[in-house]
């Protein structure tokens, strides 16, 4: 992150970057997922080519815990990314996890495998799938390029 100007914005990611490792290292998971998301919004902004991965896509979101403690929202529209801390109508595609751990574990696996934690009952979802291994692509991909 370094080789970035220190412009506001990039101090700002880095708020959330650091968020992110310490609600990992702390087991503070129902704010991760929001962290998260929010870290991946200021990097839409700041980096032309992860900004491409949502070009012309437009998604409906929510993510959630089975027993409701983890609710977001997030909604990709003409090249903007929202995230929103309750439960949208009309979504693309509904995510539950297990639990927080579960979340976590799955979008920093190294080689996420969606089905099978389908099959494992880890993860449900109502709506499109293809949505999931979209999302699962962009946070690997902020993942890598942080070495979070």
């Given at each position: 992150m370094s080789s970035i100007a220190e412009?506001?914005?990039?101090?700002?990611?880095?708020?959330?970057?650091?968020?992110?490792k310490t609600c990992v290292e702390s087991g503070l998971l129902d704010k991760f997922l929001e962290t998260l998301l929010n870290a991946m919004s200021i990097f839409f902004l700041l980096d032309w080519d992860?900004?491409?991965n949502i070009e012309n896509f437009n998604g409906r979101y929510v993510f959630k815990s089975r027993d409701?403690?983890?609710?977001t929202s997030t909604i990709f529209a003409d090249g903007i990314m929202e995230v929103l801390d309750y439960e949208i109508d009309d979504s693309?595609?509904?995510?539950?996890?297990?639990?927080?751990?579960?979340?976590?574990?799955?979008?920093?696996?190294?080689?996420?495998?969606?089905?099978?934690?389908?099959?494992?009952?880890?993860?449900?979802?109502?709506?499109n799938l293809t949505y999931m291994f979209k999302f699962a692509y962009m946070?690997?991909?902020?993942?890598?390029?942080?070495e979070l």
């Open positions: 412009s506001p914005q990039n101090l700002l990611l880095g708020q959330h970057l650091k968020m992110i992860f900004r491409r409701g403690s983890i609710v693309d595609i509904t995510i539950t996890f297990k639990d927080g751990k579960t979340l976590m574990e799955f979008l920093f696996d190294r080689n996420p495998d969606v089905i099978n934690s389908i099959l494992n009952n880890e993860i449900t979802y109502e709506g946070a690997k991909h902020l993942q890598l390029l942080f």
